[in-house]
Structure formats: C-alpha cells, structure tokens
C-alpha cells in the first residue's frame, strides 16, 4: 500500500464528514485533468548578489484547506460572471494576457513543459484562478464551456490536525516525517491517472487469457525465460466508465483544484510591490529583499527564510547555485547526480556556452535479468524552454521575458547571434555551439 493510499483511509476514516466528494470518469475526466497542470518553476534573472531565499510552510497542505469542488456537477456552455460565488468550477477559456505582464500567471502546457506567456489561447482553467487572472492581473477572459461544482471545506481538519502534530513533533523524532509524508500525500491521490496502469507476472497459459481479453489494452509483454511472462495493461475506457469498480478512488477536481490555489499562492508573492523575484519554484522564491514581516513564520502557509544569498546564478529551472554568508555553496541541477561546482556557473552565462560532464546511467534488462551500466556525456547549459533569454551585447545573459503565445505556438522564440566572444577556458570541456545552430533548449544527453 502506498502512502498516499494510508493517508487517503485515514482521512476517510476519521476526518471524511460525508460522501461529497464526487468520482470522476469519462470525458469529464478528461476535461478537468487540462487543468491540471503541475507547479511553476521559472528562471526570471540569472545572477544576482544580496538574495533572500524563502519556502512555503506546507503549501499543498494550506491550499486543501480552501473550498474544494465537490456535490453535485452541472455542465455548462457560453460565457458567465467569474465574480459570482455560484460559478465554482472547471472552464474552457478564451484568454488574452496583459501584454505589460513580465511575470505572467496563467500556465500552458506547451511542448512537454509548463510556460507562463502572454498573447492569446484557449485551455481549462480552475476558476479560482481565472478569477484571480482577471481581477488582479488585467487578463481578458471570456468562458466557452465548464463544470459547475458545489463548495466544501473539505480537508481542513485534517490538515489541521496532521500539521500540528508535526510542527509539535522534534525534527529527528519519525513521527515528524511521518505526519510530514502523510500532509503532503493526500492530495495526490486524489490526481491519480484514470486508467492506471497495471503489472502481472504469469505463466504462458495463464498469459493467453490477458491478451486475448477485449476489456483490456496490453501495453507490454516481456518474456522471463523461465515460462513465465511479466504482462503490463490497462483496463480499457469504456470499461471503467461501465464498471466503475475498476475505477481508483479519485477525483481530478481535487487534485487540480489543490495546485490552482498554490499557484496563486506563489504568484502572489512574484508580485509585491518593490520587490524583485529572481527564481521561483513550486512553494520557493527567491528575492532581492526581504518579504514583509507578516508574511513571515511558523504557520501554515507562512514564509520560512531559507538563506540569505551572497551570491547567486540561476540558468533554467532546476539548475542554480549560490553562496551564501555561511561560507557555503549549493549548487541544484536536475537530472545530473554528480558534482557541479559553484564557480561553473558562471561561464555559462554566456550565449552558447555549454558545460559536458560524465555520469552513469543504469538500464534495467528484464529479459536477461540484469543491469547495464553506461557512461554517458552531460549537457549543461542555459536554457530556454520556459522564458525568452536576453542577452547584452557581450554576449552575457542579463534577463528573461515572457513568451509571446499564439494560435498554440510561441512567436518569439528566436534569438539573436550577433556577438562570437570566445568560451572561456577551463578544466571541463566547453562547447561553443555554431551560429546557424538554435540555441540549446533543455539537457541533452550523447551516449558513448
């Protein structure tokens, strides 16, 4: 059993006042999961000295204590007021940005990850966030179709109850880990894949009735060798939609609905006045001031500061470093295990400067039973898969903006070549990419 699942029957065991919370199959399912779309993690400036980090206490955990879409479900079309408490729900919307916005709010998935632009689109939004989208930021916004939910205050005495007991436990007892694990995991569950994947080991004779079974889709087949055969499948779509036994116990609105609210949360504080975001993750800011005291403490939702930053280099989600007073370097770098030192990133502030490093992976071979151990080479560089780079004229990154989106495309996302400075040199190999090439978009990985 997963912890997520432990946490779901405590909660409905203990904390769950009625049956409100609605399963969600079918089209509905799949109409409501294009809004969820996952934590924002953006680079805005790439360097920068005298920075205050921050974390969210338990931001997932804050946001289900907010209403949550439950009852009954109405479907609609054609556009309605945001601003009338009644309209709570999912919405298909046609969205214009406020072109001033350098920190836009409103999220889209576009090519595997998540950006912020402005310009024009349409997507399923929560309307907790249209809302905020349109009174607070400026955007234009116009609903085509939707979901109406009823409001519950759901989760709150559970998260309450579970965020006590950890603030109150000692950070080397188990219990604060475990009341830690068990605040976070909830949510989650509630965002779990409709038709969940599932893995069998049989023998060939047993294997023959699975492939041969119609309310079933084999994804994978892998010969063991030894009779026996490991068999991946789902149950197919109209068969959950039938027998909802199939069905996990989820509800997508939950789910989505959860990291609405955090987004929020976090774009809130990209936006206070006179203050200046550097970086910011899924519950993390970075800043070039300290934020207001009042939003600062131990309680839920509150800000924590993590360090205070001498100097930091940020080149694309998931990938910074920094010093800090403490005479201490961090360095995060996602996807690459290994060590990468604090004075490397700054040469990759430069256009077209990219760092290689070594590092094993391990591939599984269920067939013959084993594990391969390859080396393989690293790419690390600045990327520009979320935001546009801009570059001053030595060729340096200075800042970031917005993409500009577009009929589903982005109609910005070319830079220019004009400077050819020299790479600087040092004990790791640095790559200058040729001019007539795009600049690198993301960690490539060369197999040797």
Not at 22 to 27: A, M, N, T, V
Not at 304 to 316: E, M, N, P, Q, S
Not at 353 to 375: A, F, P, R
Not at 392 to 411: A, E, H, W
Request: charged letters at 25%.
């Amino acid at each position: 059993m997963s912890l997520s699942s432990v946490a779901l029957d405590i909660f409905r065991s203990n904390f769950m006042p009625e049956q409100n919370i609605p399963k969600i199959l079918g089209e509905m399912y799949y109409d409501i999961k294009k809004s969820y779309k996952g934590g924002l993690v953006d680079m805005y400036k790439p360097e920068g000295s005298n920075l205050f980090l921050y974390d969210v206490n338990s931001e997932y955990p804050e946001a289900m204590c907010l209403d949550m879409p439950a009852g009954k479900v109405k479907y609609i079309e054609g556009d309605l007021d945001l601003n009338d408490p009644k309209n709570f729900g999912f919405f298909k919307a046609e969205i214009i940005a406020n072109e001033n916005l350098t920190i836009p709010v409103l999220p889209v998935k576009f090519k595997n990850t998540i950006i912020c632009p402005i310009g024009q689109w349409s997507d399923w939004y929560f309307s907790e966030e249209l809302k905020e989208a349109q009174n607070v930021y400026g955007y234009k916004i116009k609903i085509l179709k939707g979901y109406i939910f009823e409001r519950k205050n759901i989760f709150s005495e559970y998260v309450n109850t579970m965020y006590a007991y950890k603030v109150n436990s000692n950070k080397d007892d188990p219990k604060y880990l475990i009341f830690k694990l068990l605040l976070n995991s909830l949510y989650g569950k509630f965002g779990m894949k409709e038709d969940k994947e599932e893995t069998i080991i049989l023998n060939y004779k047993e294997s023959e009735k699975y492939l041969n079974n119609s309310d079933l889709t084999i994804t994978e087949v892998i010969d063991l060798g030894n009779g026996k055969e490991v068999l991946k499948y789902f149950y197919n779509k109209e068969e959950i939609d039938k027998f909802e036994l199939y069905a996990p116990n989820i509800s997508i609105a939950i789910a989505s609905a959860v990291v609405s609210y955090a987004r929020i949360k976090i774009n809130k504080l990209k936006h206070i006045p006179g203050i200046k975001v550097y970086y910011s993750d899924t519950d993390s800011i970075i800043t070039n001031k300290p934020i207001p005291d009042k939003l600062v403490g131990r309680e839920l939702g509150q800000l924590k500061l993590v360090d205070h930053i001498k100097r930091g280099y940020f080149l694309a989600p998931k990938l910074f470093g920094y010093s800090n007073y403490k005479f201490e370097t961090i360095v995060k770098n996602k996807g690459f295990k290994n060590k990468l030192f604090f004075y490397e990133l700054s040469f990759l502030l430069y256009k077209d400067t990219v760092l290689k490093k070594d590092q094993e992976k391990w591939y599984k071979d269920w067939s013959n039973g084993c594990i391969y151990i390859h080396n393989e080479l690293f790419t690390i560089s600045a990327t520009a898969f979320k935001r546009q780079l801009i570059f001053d004229s030595s060729s340096k990154l200075v800042s970031t903006k917005p993409y500009i989106f577009k009929n589903d495309f982005v109609i910005n996302s070319q830079h220019d070549y004009i400077f050819n400075i020299k790479a600087p040199d040092f004990k790791d190999k640095l790559i200058r990419q040729p001019f007539n090439q795009p600049l690198s978009i993301g960690f490539v990985i060369l197999y040797t």
